[in-house]
Nanobody, 126 residues
Framework: QVQLVVSGGGWVQPGGSLRLSCSMSARTRPTKLVGWFRQAPGREREFVACIRRDSATTYADSVKGRFTISRDNAWNTVYLQMDTLRPEDTAVYFC????????????????????WGQGTQVTVSS
């Protein structure tokens, strides 16, 4: 188990940037994988990006080249830098972490992550 606190988000015009942070604390088990997901109104939650403890990363095709996921050295905080934002990026964004036993091939699946932070709204509009 791990507690996740998300910060960042807000409103930005198309082409703008935002950075989300996911702070991890109160770990009772090691965390190996942290991911970002998003959910727009009327749509299913979808994978955005993930980072493994060894800094391996994966991105959804829709955000590749525009979003960057990173981590601090202590593996306490994971960031999602979002550049060149588009209206279709509007959604509630969630941070999620595994319980240390995830399988890399399942990194795109929400069920891989046993711990979820609160969502933060990202709105991209003019």
């Amino acid at each position: 188990q791990v507690q996740l606190v998300v910060s960042g988000g807000g409103w930005v015009q198309p082409g703008g940037s935002l950075r989300l942070s996911c702070s991890m604390s109160a770990r009772t088990r090691p965390t190996k994988l942290v991911g970002w997901f998003r959910q727009a109104p009327g749509r299913e939650r979808e994978f955005v990006a993930c980072i493994r403890r060894d800094s391996a990363t994966t991105y959804a095709d829709s955000v590749k080249g525009r979003f960057t996921i990173s981590r601090d050295n202590a593996w306490n905080t994971v960031y999602l830098q979002m550049d060149t934002l588009r209206p279709e990026d509007t959604a509630v964004y969630f941070c999620a972490a595994d319980n240390g036993n995830s399988i890399w091939s399942a990194r795109y699946e929400a069920s891989t992550y046993g711990n979820w932070g609160q969502g933060t709204q990202v709105t991209v509009s003019s």
